[in-house]
């Protein structure tokens, strides 16, 4: 840990507008990331599913017909 002082600016400056700032800046930050993630993840999708597609016996993408979905046990599960 360490303990750095505190710059005379943010001395001055009420601490819920710093409070703010650094809120938005982790926003900001955060949202960032996500983005990045996200866009690797969908850039990296297709060759993920050839992959495996060409190590287990998946069937094509597409290839099922998909039907409605499952419905739930429970009637508390029903959203």
Do not use: K, Y
């Amino acid at each position: 840990r360490a303990d750095l002082p505190t710059p005379l600016a943010l001395r001055v400056m009420p601490g819920l507008v710093v409070g703010g700032i650094a809120r938005s800046i982790t926003n900001m930050r955060i949202r960032e990331i996500v983005e990045g993630f996200i866009d690797r993840s969908i850039d990296a999708f297709p060759h993920w599913l050839d992959e495996l597609q060409s190590h287990s016996s998946l069937p094509e993408l597409g290839s099922i017909p998909m039907g409605p979905p499952p419905t739930p046990d429970c009637p508390d599960q029903l959203l």
